[in-house]
């Protein structure tokens, strides 16, 4: 796993280096930092060699500037995950701070994430009930291209402040796009692959809009 871990690794970071190296200068206000902005997010995700299958989710992810280098993100997703003789769900609500500085192609960023998880699950007719906090720490960095698109590209850490419950660690590398449509909405994709620990890993897929105000 590790091995494999390792292997994506290096190709996000490809991706990312390739993109600095050939995008030319573009205006930063073709990403999504610094832009005050709500919309909502609909999530697949596959998992490999697990009870779970695959998970169906919605989400509402908002961001407000707090000033130049600042940035306050809100969110509140719900999760419905299945497999054989397996059902559960998650509720999640998060707010994030992220800091960020403008380079020659683009905006690097570090975000800094606190949270609360509420799951509900039935395995084998078995019911479980597991509320607790988690941490989060995700660093990137966004690339215009051209007037209108941008690429984000990065690694995050998540994890619970619960230290009995392992498969809440999750180390993920994500690669994103934005595409305004209009000076006030755009349009996202992502694809994010997650290791989590005491379990198998999971690729997660991302499609949402955005509105600025």
């Known amino acids: ?19 600095t190296l050939c995008a030319p200068l573009a205006a930063a206000e073709a990403g999504l930092i610094g832009k005050r902005y709500v919309g909502p997010d609909f999530t697949y995700d596959h998992f490999s060699g697990s009870v ?12 407000l500037p707090l000033s130049s280098a600042f940035d306050l993100k809100l969110g509140y ?13 998650e509720k999640r609500a998060s707010a994030s701070v992220l800091s960020h500085r403008l380079t020659e192609y683009g905006t690097a960023y ?6 609360h998880s509420w799951q509900s699950g ?12 988690f941490w989060g720490a995700r660093a990137g ?10 690429i984000d590209a990065g690694i995050g850490y998540v994890d619970s402040f619960e230290r009995k419950n ?31 620990k005491a379990a198998p890993d999971g690729i997660a897929y991302t499609a949402g809009l955005r509105w600025a105000f």
């Open 110 to 115: 570090f975000a800094a994430t606190l949270g």
């Open 1 to 19: 796993m590790n091995s494999s871990c390792n292997l994506i690794a290096r190709a996000f970071a490809g991706v990312a280096l390739s993109i």
């Open 52 to 63: 779970v299958d695959k998970a169906f989710g919605a989400a509402v992810d908002a961001n």
């Open 77 to 89: 997703s719900y999760t419905d995950a299945s497999g054989d003789n397996y059902d559960a769900l």
């Open 141 to 150: 960095y966004e690339i215009p291209v051209g007037r209108q698109t941008a």
């Open 166 to 196: 392992p498969s809440a660690q999750v180390l993920g590398f994500h690669v994103g796009a934005n595409h305004w449509f209009s000076r006030d909405l755009a349009g996202v994709l992502s694809v994010a692959y997650r290791q989590i």
């Open 122 to 133: 039935d395995a084998a007719g078995v019911s479980s009930r597991n509320n607790s906090a």
